[in-house]
């Protein structure tokens, strides 16, 4: 059909076969094949940590992890090619709590920690903006007097045992301080700047803190274990 109408449009069919228009002539649309390396060797390394965390949830058997590592091997991928990786643990042992790291977009790693208010993948975001708004990291961007209210709704009134904020929760209370205190709006203006930034976190990261990352764009790995030990998780 596609061939009939190329024929009537233009005299001739472009394609010689249906492959002709598939995946065998994505390489002539390459025009950086070192970038195109890079990202697929990153995007080995992001499987690999998600089909570990498959396993530790229950979704997959150890057949699937052993066919990952097989092809990391085959690639020459190791963790050593995301610097995130290595200061997120690091990080982690410092603190002796969950913790994260970013590759911002100009190399710099910047970490997040866990802390009384908020967990580390809020705290990561809070430091990723604040580094590239250059903003000092002893400023305040968001006062207790903010955070403080939200951690009592979701402890007295919502039944949650986890007073620290999750980022989605964290975002919001940066646009309420954003009304009032610049610096918070410069961070805020930041959030697309975030787009295609590499981040891996010592601990499997909560749904709703996943997908926070992912609609920002942020590339995400985790280490297969949970943050607390208890007989159920959720999926």
Do not use: W
């Not at 059909?1 to 598939?22: H, N, V, W």
């Not at 990786?85 to 994260?100: F, H, N, Y």
């Amino acid at each position: 059909m596609l061939a009939t109408m190329f024929e009537k449009i233009q005299g001739r069919c472009p394609y010689q076969s249906p492959t002709d228009m598939g995946v065998n002539m994505a390489g002539f649309a390459i025009v950086d094949d070192a970038a195109c390396q890079e990202a697929s060797r990153m995007e080995i390394l992001r499987r690999y940590y998600a089909g570990m965390v498959d396993r530790a949830k229950g979704l997959c058997d150890e057949s699937v992890v052993n066919k990952l590592k097989l092809v990391m091997q085959q690639a020459g991928v190791t963790t050593d090619i995301c610097p995130a990786v290595a200061a997120s643990l690091d990080k982690a042992a410092e603190t002796g709590a969950p913790a994260g790291a970013m590759v911002l977009p100009d190399g710099r790693i910047v970490t997040g920690k866990t802390s009384s208010l908020l967990g580390p993948s809020a705290a990561l975001l809070l430091n990723a903006l604040k580094n590239m708004a250059g903003i000092d990291h002893r400023l305040e961007l968001i006062p207790a007097s903010v955070i403080e209210p939200i951690s009592t709704l979701k402890i007295d009134y919502l039944g949650h045992h986890n007073p620290r904020l999750h980022s989605d929760e964290v975002l919001i209370a940066l646009t309420i301080s954003a009304l009032s205190n610049p610096l918070a709006k410069l961070a805020q203006q930041q959030l697309t700047n975030l787009q295609g930034c590499e981040a891996h976190f010592s601990v499997i990261l909560p749904e709703e803190d996943a997908k926070v990352y992912r609609r920002l764009g942020v590339q995400v790995s985790c280490e297969p274990k949970y943050e607390v030990r208890k007989l159920y998780h959720k999926k």
